[in-house]
């Protein structure tokens, strides 16, 4: 079952399309296992620099056209693909952006480069907008927002607080050269998606062993809250987030005067990933998902050859 089934409940009868993957690393090589799964996404090409990396023996293995080539070979191809997703870094995203702009390509960010459009599945929904660029800001905003958004919707939220918890065994180099970036983003997105004006983001990135499963807490000052109704929206709120993310848990979740305090936890679904790194599969069951219902929406233009 896709991402987007287990979101819509309906059968499969959406006309794949093709997609690129830019960056090997870990979210990458993830991602091509996922798109593989998909029965709406075809793997068009994975592109990365390195010949000898083993995301693109990984790719190469699944039978996916690989390059080392990186953006220049997604550009060269004969018709643009219908979906990019960058898995690069966040500096690299905007020239990329640059690049593909006056394609007709969706660009996918899993970078927090805070360039495109910002989409958390279940507090924005996944159409792209006009100028096709979307930005699943980070796997911290993607684990805090939906309760964030929960609970402003309901209460005058003072204070939003998210932090997250990695393992150092999966952080990357791109996630440690984006640090300052993750940090802005995460914080700009709290804001602007859940309308709280004061927040703050950190990022811990844990040494522990064995590793740490991903975890992020929600820590908000909500003058008047009510436990019960706290407890209640942020278990349909995490039980939103499950329709794509089915590791997403709430560990617990305290109120404590204006205090509220709510603990997740992801565990990650993968045939590359261990279990606890849950915060590469959350964004990148994201990325999936707006990917399925792009392919969705384009279904319609591609029985008719409009638009396509």
């Not at 693109?56 to 699944?62: D, I, K, N, P, V």
């Not at 590359?272 to 929406?297: F, K, T």
């Amino acid at each position: 079952m896709t991402v987007a089934e287990r979101v819509t409940a309906g059968p499969a009868t959406v006309p794949p399309i093709t997609v690129a993957i830019i960056g090997t690393g870990v979210i990458g090589r993830d991602l091509v296992g996922k798109v593989h799964r998909s029965t709406v996404l075809n793997c068009g090409l994975v592109a990365g620099r390195n010949p000898e990396s083993e995301g693109l023996r990984y790719a190469a293995g699944l039978g996916c056209p690989t390059t080392a080539e990186g953006i220049d070979a997604i550009l060269a191809a004969p018709r643009p693909y219908d979906v990019v997703f960058d898995a690069t870094n966040a500096m690299s995203h905007a020239e990329h952006w640059r690049l593909l702009q006056p394609l007709d390509t969706l660009l996918i960010d899993l970078t927090p480069s805070r360039v495109g459009r910002m989409v958390v599945p279940t507090v924005t929904g996944t159409r792209p907008p006009a100028e096709r660029n979307v930005s699943l800001i980070s796997c911290g905003g993607q684990a805090s927002i939906p309760i964030a958004h929960a609970l402003a919707q309901r209460f005058e939220v003072a204070y939003i607080e998210a932090v997250s918890t990695v393992a150092g065994t999966i952080a990357g180099r791109a996630t440690r050269l984006n640090l300052d970036e993750y940090i802005a983003t995460t914080q700009h997105a709290l804001t602007a998606l859940a309308g709280v004006r004061d927040t703050k983001a950190i990022l811990n990135i844990s040494p522990a062993v064995p590793p740490a499963t991903f975890r992020t807490a929600v820590h908000a000052v909500v003058p008047g809250a009510d436990p019960e109704a706290v407890r209640a929206l942020v278990d349909d709120a995490a039980e939103r987030v499950r329709a794509h993310q089915p590791g997403y848990e709430v560990i617990a979740c305290t109120v404590t005067g204006d205090r509220v305090v709510v603990a997740l936890e992801v565990t990650a679904d993968s045939d590359v990933l261990p279990r606890y790194a849950g915060n590469l599969d959350i964004i990148n069951s994201a990325a999936i998902l707006v990917a399925e219902q792009h392919a969705a929406r384009l279904a319609p233009a591609a029985r008719t050859g409009v638009g396509r």
